[in-house]
């Protein structure tokens, strides 16, 4: 087995990578996502990351591209990690916007649908035969 081999480091140059750009093509820090989300002091709506949410209006003028962003995607029922996810932004961010979204009426939130917990026996018994079929 052979040893490492060092690299030397000369002196004003910073060995570790510079951190990947996100999709937009941007650097990611912590004053992009405080300028985006704001300082969050408020009060926070009460959603998690499957709460469903829709849009009930289009974005206003006076909106922020993000709130905008949220509000286009928000045409069909979306979850909030699904809209964390489409934007590339921390679930704490989305929060804060959605927060403010949801005072401004702009957006409903509801629960996501429950399934129930135990299958239909006769549609269990319908697959077993139509798989039993093929």
Known sequence: MTPPRRQRRTPGHDPSPAPPPSA??????????F??????????????????????????????PEQAALLRLCAAPLSVAELSAYLSLPFS??????TDLL??????????????????RSLLEAVMHGLQKL
């Open 24 to 33: 937009e093509g941007e650097l990611r820090n912590p004053e992009r996502l």
């Open 103 to 120: 005072t401004a009426e702009l957006v409903q939130a509801r629960a996501p649908v429950v399934r129930q917990k135990a299958a239909d």
């Open 35 to 64: 300028v985006i989300g704001g300082d969050g002091g408020g009060e926070r709506a009460d959603i998690d990351l499957v709460t469903l949410i829709v849009a009930r209006a289009d974005p206003p003028v006076s909106a922020t």
């Open 93 to 98: 961010v989305v929060t804060v916007l959605l």
